[in-house]
């Protein structure tokens, strides 16, 4: 059973860096693309950063490109997202999904993580 754990979330400065982890702690070991998806107070779940198997196909949403980096452990089944020069806007619960395929809709991701919470401070 696919369980995604999320971590590295917390409280920051603008201009600061945090590392978001994702691991699959059921081991399933299946061939997942792995994505990050965020939600503000008020606003809708938007997609982020999502990587297929291999780590060779990346999507990034405009807003973060150039800032954030997404990365993959395969053999820990590892899903990390690198946020850089944090923004006040960047605040939001930052959600880990997997999915057969990589994509960039929320319906494409069968499993979810429960969240970790990202605030920036300005």
């Known amino acids: 059973q696919v369980q995604l754990v999320e971590s590295g979330g917390g409280l920051v400065q603008a201009g600061d860096s945090l590392r978001l982890s994702c691991v699959d702690s059921?081991?399933?070991?299946?061939?997942?693309?792995m994505g990050w998806f965020r939600q503000a107070p008020g606003n809708t779940r938007e997609f982020v950063a999502a990587i297929d198997w291999s780590g060779l196909n990346i999507k990034y949403v405009d807003s973060v490109k150039g800032r954030f980096t997404i990365s993959r452990e395969r053999n820990k089944n590892t899903v990390h997202l690198q946020m850089n020069s944090l923004k006040p806007e960047d605040t939001a619960v930052y959600y880990c999904?997997?999915?057969?395929?990589?994509?960039?809709?929320?319906?494409?991701?069968?499993?979810w993580g429960q969240g970790t919470q990202v605030t920036v401070s300005s």
């Open positions: 999904a997997a999915a057969e395929l990589i994509g960039i809709m929320e319906a494409e991701y069968s499993y």
């Open positions: 059921g081991r399933t070991y299946r061939t997942f693309a």
